[in-house]
């Protein structure tokens, strides 16, 4: 997709009253694709140990079919905006919802575990175009005055996707009287947890054809005044249509179509700005945040803990992760990007190592009172931490430290190394676990440790600084 940031408009330029309640609802509408990000890679947390006893898969097997969506992911990320070029944001959307529909019922109705995994990877295609997709439409549509605010609708959906998709396991768990592998009209429950998602496709579905084509491709494909009346239900019709035409035309124009060449160095292979990048999305992923997402159920279990209560610490966690993000949301622009992100590699490190020194005392499948209070107490902290700084800070950081002429190429780099990164812990934990379930958390803690000098030593601080200034 090309360079998705709008041209540079008048501060004073805002949206109509009459017209602002119009614009949330298109943007709310175009983040169902962020919910359903969120609600598609958390829900597998609820099924992971009926899908081995159904199986009879070990966990280097599981791994494999729990991961294996984040290469949908991949591809997904990297085709979105090629198509959405080609054929408009708004079809692009369409595909991701029927993707997540057939993914959706695919994944209730498996004939074995190798189509249940390919039912997946349909998902993770379907996860990567709407991550793609959703910051992009909003971003084109949104009114200048309102484009921040407006933005962090598709980071809060999906962790609401989250939250909501771990309330949902909690309750067809009880429905099925706490057995994971309990039938409900004619379907085990882990079946259920799946197939449900097919709910909010369906909507997401239904709200693309009920929202308007972003005005940029409107324009990149010579329908102008189609354009126009786009822009006149988002901006109100007293704002110069004209003018903002050929705003949007120049900028295009002057748009550098960044390319992978345009990243290398003389010496380290990537220019030094991207490895910092390419750093921040791996540190990411490396204390281990997606085995909270995908394997906590699984993993409290392991030490004792009955599947419901463990099916509800999934979803309380869920809760916390939406309330770090609105803290971070709040203070990322007041105290700025590092001293958030040091604070949050702080809080994860003390609470990773906490969770290891708890695990450690593991007897059997068991852990001793004390150890597991404090193991709860330190895995909802470190998903608090988290929250707070990296799991925002990161993409504020990609979206803001690169130059303009190297900002598309370069994230797309560094968002694949995240992707990679994802896949490793995904699919590393459970054999992990298995070796030594306090060691695995020892390593994420070390992770969460070196962050700290990497942060200091190469990552500046972009509070504050236009664009056109990174360099």
């Not at 359903?36 to 159904?54: H, K, P, Q, T, W």
């Not at 771990?166 to 259920?192: F, H, M, T």
């Not at 799946?194 to 990149?220: H, K, N, T």
């Not at 001793?368 to 330190?378: N, R, S, W």
Request: charged content about 15%; glycine content about 10%; proline content about 4%.
């Amino acid at each position: 997709m090309t360079s998705t940031a709008p041209p540079t408009i008048p501060e004073g330029r805002k949206a109509q009253p009459d017209h602002l309640g119009h614009v949330i609802f298109i943007t709310a509408a175009a983040a169902m694709g962020g919910f359903l990000f969120g609600y598609d890679s958390s829900v597998i947390n609820g099924a992971v140990e009926a899908i081995r006893g159904r199986y009879e898969v070990g966990s280097a097997g599981l791994a494999q079919v729990i991961a294996i969506a984040l290469i949908g992911c991949a591809i997904g990320a990297a085709t979105a905006g090629r198509i959405a070029d080609r054929i408009g944001r708004i079809r692009v959307m369409q595909i991701a919802a029927a993707l997540f529909i057939v993914s959706a019922v695919g994944s209730a109705l498996p004939f074995s575990l190798w189509d249940l995994a390919m039912w997946r990877v349909l998902g993770g295609i379907a996860i990567g175009m709407a991550s793609v997709i959703g910051p992009a439409y909003i971003a084109e549509v949104a009114p200048p005055a309102y484009r921040g605010r407006l933005g962090s609708f598709q980071q809060a959906a999906i962790v609401i996707g989250i939250a909501v998709s771990q309330l949902v396991n909690w309750g067809i768990l009880n429905l099925a009287d706490g057995d994971q592998r309990g039938k409900l009209a004619g379907l085990e429950a882990w079946q259920w947890m799946l197939g449900v998602m097919v709910v909010p496709a369906l909507l997401y579905g239904l709200l693309s054809f009920a929202i308007p084509e972003s005005p940029r491709f409107l324009i990149s494909v010579g329908r102008t005044d189609k354009a126009k009346e786009v822009l006149a239900e988002v901006e109100g019709h007293s704002v110069d249509l004209d003018h903002r035409v050929e705003e949007i035309k120049e900028a295009m124009r002057r748009e550098h179509k960044s390319s992978f060449k345009d990243l290398l160095g003389s010496k380290l292979g990537f220019l030094p700005i991207v490895w910092v990048g390419i750093g921040l999305s791996v540190f990411q992923q490396l204390v281990g945040i997606n085995v909270a997402f995908y394997y906590s159920s699984a993993l409290w279990q392991s030490v004792g803990i009955n599947p419901s209560s463990s099916f509800f610490y999934s979803f309380t966690t869920s809760i916390i992760n939406i309330i770090g993000t609105v803290i971070a949301m709040i203070f990322v622009d007041k105290i700025g990007r590092r001293p958030l992100a040091l604070i949050g590699s702080a809080g994860m490190a003390v609470s990773l190592a906490l969770e290891a020194w708890a695990f450690a005392s593991k007897t059997g499948d068991t852990l001793p009172a004390a150890q597991g209070t404090v193991a709860l107490i330190a895995a909802h902290a470190f998903v608090l931490f988290f929250a707070l700084s990296w799991g925002v800070v990161v993409w504020v950081f990609l979206g803001e430290m690169f130059p303009n002429k190297i900002r598309a190429a370069a994230l797309g780099v560094a968002a694949c190394a995240q992707w990679i990164a994802n896949w490793v812990i995904t699919v590393s934990f459970p054999s992990l676990s298995e070796w030594n379930l306090s060691g695995t958390y020892v390593i994420y803690t070390v992770f969460a440790l070196l962050s700290i000098p990497f942060v200091l030593k190469f990552v500046k601080e972009t509070k504050g600084k236009a664009l056109e200034e990174m360099g």
